[in-house]
């Protein structure tokens, strides 16, 4: 069975940091790109960052770019989000999401998401 | 950045019915727009990519058309368990950006 599962939310203050990790199974992780998503409480979905199957092509939202920090392990066959100076305006559901290819390109789509894992950021 | 805006915000039907949902770009995108289904609880599901490929196992009552501007998401009879919100995406320009929603709700 293909499956993300993401780990690492919970509550932080303004200011501090925190790792996510998405773990994958099921298929050829190495295959892929891989992209974190995220969804504030009764909003919309929003792009954070996105990796190319070999980590050459890294891009960011510019509302998390110099804060945030995405890497991957392929042997590990997992993803991770490092995320810096926390601002209440990151709190939301993180999803971890695969591509249907295994570049960034304009062509496809994120086919295969997490469950998602929750950051909360309050003093 | 590219701006998504959906419409109708709210789209009001009935099971067996014809929905047609609608996502305008700000700028050309081509054809790379992609349209995804999300009900409450559960993550986003691909329907449709580069604007009118259906992903794998979707019914085919979802179909997606358009290229530049203007795109649209056509379910042609309503299911029960199609109702819920649809967001359309673009990656032709980077940073990846999402449309706000449309809500497709029971009539």
């Known amino acids: 069975e293909v499956q993300l599962v993401e780990s690492g939310g919970g509550l932080v203050q303004p200011g501090r940091s925190l790792r996510l990790s998405c773990a994958a199974s099921?298929?050829?992780?190495?295959?892929?790109?891989m992209h974190w998503v995220r969804q504030a409480p009764g909003k919309g979905l929003e792009w954070v960052s996105g990796?190319?199957?070999?980590?050459?092509?890294?891009d960011y939202a510019d509302s998390v770019k110099g804060r945030f920090t995405i890497s991957r392990d392929n042997a590990k066959k997992s993803l991770s989000l490092q995320m810096n100076s926390l601002r209440a305006e990151d709190m939301a559901l993180y999803y971890c999401?695969?591509?249907?290819?295994?570049?960034?390109?304009?062509?496809?789509?994120?086919?295969?998401w997490g469950q998602g894992t929750t950051v909360t950021v309050s003093s | 950045e590219i701006v998504l805006t959906q419409s109708p915000a709210t789209l009001s039907l009935s099971p067996g019915e014809r929905a047609t949902l609608s996502c305008r770009a700000s700028?050309?995108?081509?054809?790379?727009l992609a349209w995804y289904q999300q009900k409450p609880g559960q993550a986003p599901r691909l329907l449709i990519y580069?604007?009118?490929n259906r992903a794998t196992g979707i019914p085919a009552r979802f179909s997606g058309s358009g290229s530049g501007t203007d795109f649209t998401l056509t379910i042609s009879s309503l299911e029960p368990e199609d109702f819920a919100v649809y967001y359309c995406?673009?990656?032709?320009?980077?940073?990846?950006?999402f449309g706000q929603g449309t809500r497709l709700e029971i009539k």
């Open positions: 999401a695969k591509d249907l290819y295994d570049i960034l390109t304009g062509e496809g789509g994120m086919d295969v």
């Open positions: 099921g298929f050829t992780f190495d295959d892929y790109a």
């Open positions: 990796i190319s199957w070999n980590s050459g092509n890294i």
């Open positions: 700028q050309s995108v081509g054809s790379y």
């Open positions: 580069d604007a009118s």
């Open positions: 995406q673009q990656r032709y320009n980077w940073p990846i950006t």
